[in-house]
């Protein structure tokens, strides 16, 4: 096993399904199932996860139409307590003991996000769900993974997507589209390749944490990534 802790960045797009449901229930079951697989590896656990299904922050229609920014990423970040919510009852159900920490006080709801607390929970073998993105707007939930990855001193951020890792163009819309085995940091920030926005790639490289893309639409990726079997693409020192 190459790592001891890692740090999930979930899509909460792929939550939603394909039958227009906000979260799909079935789709949960598959997200608590994938979990269980590496969870019973034995290592530390701890997840992010997006609220693309619910509500896009950043999202722009028509400028009139548009909510505006500060508001916007606050609904972005309770849509992530709603999905953490969602994705703790579907561990639970699963048998994998879960909490959920989150960067906003709700502390009716979900306990509050203490670093400390939160490595206790990862050494007592509980999943940890961060929730609320970094507590602040003009930040994603990308940013908050690495945030969080450098917090609890992770050994890798792993960012499922709903492709197999980070490609040249579009592989949904190109169908020529190449997939990169291996980047460095300075790559993805001179190319501005849009594998995650520029200040969670920053953190990352400032803090040494790699980060590996890949397809957790695909069952079993997640684990074979884990096992060094499979490899999405990898960014990492130049
Ligand atoms: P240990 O002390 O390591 O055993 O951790 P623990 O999480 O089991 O104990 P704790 O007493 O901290 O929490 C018990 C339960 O209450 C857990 O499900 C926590 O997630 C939950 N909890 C703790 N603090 C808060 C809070 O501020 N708000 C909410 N809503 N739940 C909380």
Redesign the pocket.
């Not at 502390?107 to 509050?112: G, M």
């Given at each position: 096993m190459n790592y001891n802790r890692i740090l999930l960045k979930l899509s909460g797009e792929i939550l939603a399904g394909n039958n227009e449901s906000v979260i799909d229930t079935n789709i949960l079951k598959y997200f608590a199932n994938e979990i269980r697989s590496i969870f019973d590896l034995g290592i530390e656990i701890a997840i992010v996860i997006g609220g693309g299904n619910i509500y896009r922050g950043a999202q722009s229609t028509s400028d009139e139409d548009k909510i505006g920014r500060i508001d916007g990423d606050y609904m972005g970040m309770l849509a992530t307590v709603i999905n953490s919510l969602a994705l703790k009852d579907s561990f639970e159900a699963a048998g994998i003991p879960t909490?959920?920490m989150s960067a906003l006080n709700i502390?009716?709801?979900?306990?509050?996000f203490v670093q400390k607390?939160a490595l206790?929970?990862l050494s007592?073998g509980r999943v940890v769900i961060f929730c609320g993105g970094t507590g602040h707007p003009y930040f994603s939930t990308d940013t908050a993974a690495a945030l969080r990855s450098a917090e609890i001193d992770a050994d890798i951020l792993l960012k499922g997507t709903k492709v197999d890792g980070v490609f040249d163009s579009d592989p949904e819309l190109n169908v020529d589209a190449k997939k990169y085995d291996s980047l460095s940091y300075s790559d993805v920030l001179k190319d501005n390749l849009k594998v995650m926005d520029l200040s969670a790639i920053t953190l990352c490289k400032e803090n040494g944490i790699p980060i590996n893309v890949f397809n957790f639409k695909v069952p079993g990726t997640l684990k074979k990534i884990l096992m060094g079997e499979y490899k999405g693409t990898k960014i990492g020192d130049d």
């Open positions: 909490r959920v502390n009716e709801i979900v306990e509050p607390k206790r929970h007592k």
